[in-house]
């Protein structure tokens, strides 16, 4: 899953600097991110890796925070798609603590989406769970119901894997109010109906 929330490379440098667009053409840590974006969307995801590795190298080298923050953020993309969960994680976390000092709160949500699934995929349900109440949490304080609705589904799948059908069937009431809020009477109703099932399971 590839996010464009970091800020893109291309904003880097004084704008209107024709010395400056030259020199990030001729920057290899950037022909590196570049080529490795291409390949992480053909599915080439090994070789996406070696790329965003190498254009890591170069931003730490030029001392680019951003490019960092970036090169990390792709690298774990391209490592997740290999199932590499470990290997995802630590990169997402390493742009997530960039995005930190920044302030960058839409880049740390989106690495906390990522870094969500990969503790799910390691097994680590009470980690996950713990970003993803984060989560919830942004989307309740700026109003954002789609997200929410996002948020709790995952939720409700989480502990239904868990066992805790109970918990699931909370969170599955939880989106059908919100549908009926928004007067969605079709989902609200699906969503009650998910969790009745549960609890009857």
Do not use: W
Request: charged content about 30%.
């Amino acid at each position: 899953m590839v996010s464009d929330n970091i800020k893109p490379l291309d904003s880097i440098g004084p704008m209107g600097d024709s010395n400056a667009a030259a020199e990030q053409e001729n920057n290899p840590a950037r022909k590196d991110y570049i080529e490795g974006r291409k390949l992480l969307d053909a599915g080439e995801y090994a070789q996406a890796g070696l790329a965003f590795h190498n254009a890591l190298m170069g931003f730490e080298e030029q001392g680019d925070q951003q490019g960092v923050a970036n090169a990390s953020d792709r690298l774990g993309d391209a490592c997740l798609a290999r199932e590499e969960y470990a290997m995802a994680l630590a990169n997402f976390q390493r742009a997530f603590a960039i995005c930190e000092k920044e302030d960058d709160s839409l880049s740390q949500l989106a690495l906390n989406k990522k870094m969500a699934v990969a503790y799910r995929k390691l097994g680590d349900h009470e980690k996950a769970l713990e970003l993803i109440y984060d989560m919830l949490e942004y989307y309740r304080l700026t109003q954002n119901p789609k997200g929410a609705v996002e948020i709790l589904i995952v939720i409700a799948e989480i502990y239904t894997e868990l066992g805790d059908k109970g918990k699931a069937a909370d969170a599955y009431r939880s989106v059908a109010s919100i549908h009926t809020k928004f007067k969605h009477a079709r989902l609200a109703e699906e969503f009650n109906q998910r969790a009745a099932a549960l609890e009857q399971a």
